[in-house]
């Protein structure tokens, strides 16, 4: 039997998968958008510190302890942590104890009413334990633990994706709160001016056409704001979701109209993605993963040899009492002849899908790398935009201010008060704008950078076997 598993061994050591190649990847020097040196990389871990917000803190904090999405993601990880336990446990010793009671009658015609009792009784346990000599265990054990180290990366992906949403989220509904206070503020003005107007064509001094012109103004105004804040509200709502407090009354979080500047970012150079990503650090990890798989797929050609022992007792009670104790060992021999076809096929499976999985993070890499030079263009180019409104949103009230001063006066038109409102109004949304999108490319920057985890308390070794 030995001598023949040796002869199959060998033949089976022929057949042999595509192991997945190292990926290639040439990381750029720098992003292309300049970043501030003020900071260190740690400070990543818990970007939305960085905001200097209490109430941004105090969302994400609870969204990433008690929030429906975060729950669920933790629940993942630990069905993982059972599944590695479960894919392990095949290769020790396997056995069910087994037991059987019978009662048996047995009358003889011939003799009389006088049947024959006997009462039968029996347990065992038989084993069957796969002998490892060409080490499954080894390379199973390696293949569940990049499982579970993907597991955990998943985990924590979900985590960061949910800081930044709930950051986004929050800013989307200050960015609306703001523009809702605006465009009452412009629809308060917009009345001031009207009433001003019907003075005017009270006393015959203005044609009643210019005060229904602005009327319109008001009404546009003010339906202008009843939409932002039906969509200030669903966004509160999605707040709500977001920690868990879907059915709660929107009133129960409350949101200022202020958006602050953008905090800067972490100095940080392109090949700290590798570390700082939890997707890329996922995607070596099923790499790792599918090697081992592609190793099994190969060891499934070799024969495996199982030990099977057995022990047990039997009782028997009637007209001949016996106690009978047993055991025996065995070994059983199973040799994949007629299955090297599909085997095969497996073999090609996993060798197909380790080659998928290094394209795959190759993408991710570029993608990741591509997601952060964005979102650092962008910011740069917010920070500007902010600068550069600021002070045309100042110049544009003046001229608005002054325009008013004339036509109060009589010594403007309609006209040149509607042009100049209008252009503030336009500067004044365009900075709110610019502002809102610096904070949110800025939340952008911190995700794609890989912040939001503690990456150095969870190294690479221990995230394997927790």
């Given amino acids: 039997m030995v001598l023949s598993a040796m002869c199959i061994a060998a033949l089976a050591a022929c057949a042999t998968g595509l192991t997945p190649r190292d990926p290639q990847i040439q990381w750029p020097a720098h992003y292309a958008a300049a970043q501030r040196k003020d900071l260190p990389p740690a400070s990543l871990d818990r970007w939305w510190t960085l905001f200097d917000d209490a109430q941004l803190e105090a969302l994400v904090e609870r969204v990433l302890s008690q929030g429906l999405d975060a729950r669920l993601a933790l629940a993942r990880l630990s069905e993982a942590q059972a599944v590695r336990a479960q894919s392990l446990s095949r290769y020790a010793p396997q056995g069910a104890l087994q037991s059987s009671v019978e009662a048996s009658q047995a009358e003889n015609l011939n003799a009389g009413p006088n049947p024959d009792m006997s009462r039968n009784a029996s347990v065992s346990l038989p084993v069957t334990w796969e002998l490892d000599f060409f080490g499954r265990r080894a390379v199973t054990r390696t293949a569940a633990d990049s499982d579970l180290a993907a597991a955990r990366f998943d985990y924590e992906a979900t985590r960061t994706a949910l800081a930044a949403q709930v950051a986004q989220t929050l800013f989307q509904a200050r960015g609306l709160a703001a523009q809702w206070e605006e465009s009452r503020a412009n629809a308060k ?3 001031d001016l009207l009433g001003l107007i019907d003075r005017r064509v009270e006393r015959g001094l203005t044609a009643a056409s210019q005060a229904d012109r602005v009327a319109g103004d008001v009404s546009q105004a003010n339906a202008r704001a009843l939409a932002l804040a039906s969509e200030l509200d669903a966004t509160r709502r999605s707040l709500l979701v ?3 407090d879907g059915l709660a009354p929107i009133t129960s979080i409350a949101i200022e109209a202020e958006l602050a500047e953008a905090p800067a970012v972490p ?10 990503r939890p997707d890329i650090r996922e995607a ?10 592609l190793r099994l797929a190969e060891l499934d050609f070799f024969p495996r040899l199982t030990l099977q022992p057995s022990i047990g007792l039997s009782s028997q009670r009637g007209p001949l009492d016996a106690s009978t104790g047993f055991w025996s060992l065995g070994l059983g021999l199973s040799v994949p002849v007629l299955d090297r076809p599909r085997l095969q096929a497996a073999l090609d499976l996993q060798s197909a899908r380790g080659q998928q999985l290094v394209i795959a993070f190759e993408q991710l890499v570029q993608s990741a790398f ?6 650092l263009t962008r910011l740069h180019a917010d920070r500007r935009r902010v600068q550069i409104l600021i002070e045309g949103e100042r110049r544009a009230n003046r001229a608005h201010e002054a325009a008013l001063t004339r036509f109060r ?3 403007g038109d309609l006209q040149e008060v509607l042009d100049a409102e ?7 949304n365009a ?11 800025s939340v952008q920057a911190f995700k794609a950078l890989g912040g939001g985890w503690p990456s150095d308390s969870l190294p690479a070794s221990a995230m394997a076997n927790p």
């Fill in 370 to 375: 591509a997601e952060v030079d964005q979102a």
């Fill in 284 to 293: 070596q990890a099923r790499i790792r993963s599918a090697a081992g798989n």
């Fill in 189 to 191: 003005i917009q009345a």
């Fill in 242 to 244: 977001l920690m868990g």
């Fill in 267 to 276: 100095t940080t150079v392109p090949g700290d993605l590798m570390i700082r």
């Fill in 431 to 441: 900075l709110t704008s610019a502002r809102l999108d610096a904070l949110k490319h």
């Fill in 422 to 428: 209008l252009a503030w109004r336009a500067t004044r």
């Fill in 409 to 411: 006066l009589g010594l």
